[in-house]
């Protein structure tokens, strides 16, 4: 399965942005979920969304400004992210096929560039 993220983009601080990630083929079985490596810094976890759509995972950094959805009839998965802070800059990265028991995924996308200015 191939991810392309896309929508990135460069941002004002307290603006709104949507990004997406689309599958080569049909992940309504995955777990999906974006991440983000910001400059300097190590890849974190953003959000996840489980196959079905019914349940989300959110890190605490994002939290109610971010959320993640997904369309299965276009093996997609978005992630609206809204009231953006500089911090948010970052290469965010799609993930599908996740493992629960060792927390890694199967499949990567090469990243969108989100960057926010203050």
């Known amino acids: 399965v191939q991810l392309q993220a896309s929508g990135g983009g460069l941002v004002q601080a307290g603006g709104s942005l949507r990004i997406s990630c689309v599958a080569s083929a049909r992940t309504s079985g995955y777990t999906m979920a974006w991440f983000r490596r910001a400059p300097g810094k190590e890849r974190e976890f953003v959000a996840r969304?489980?196959?079905?759509?019914?349940?989300?995972s959110y890190a605490d950094s994002v939290q109610g400004r971010f959320a993640i959805s997904r369309d299965n009839r276009k093996n997609a998965v978005y992630l609206q992210m809204n009231s953006l802070k500089p911090e948010d800059t970052a290469v965010y990265l799609c993930?599908?096929?996740?493992?629960?028991?060792?927390?890694?995924?199967?499949?990567w996308g090469q990243g969108t560039q989100v960057t926010v200015s203050s």
């Open positions: 969304i489980s196959g079905n759509g019914g349940a989300t």
């Open positions: 993930a599908a096929q996740r493992n629960a028991v060792t927390d890694e995924y199967g499949y």
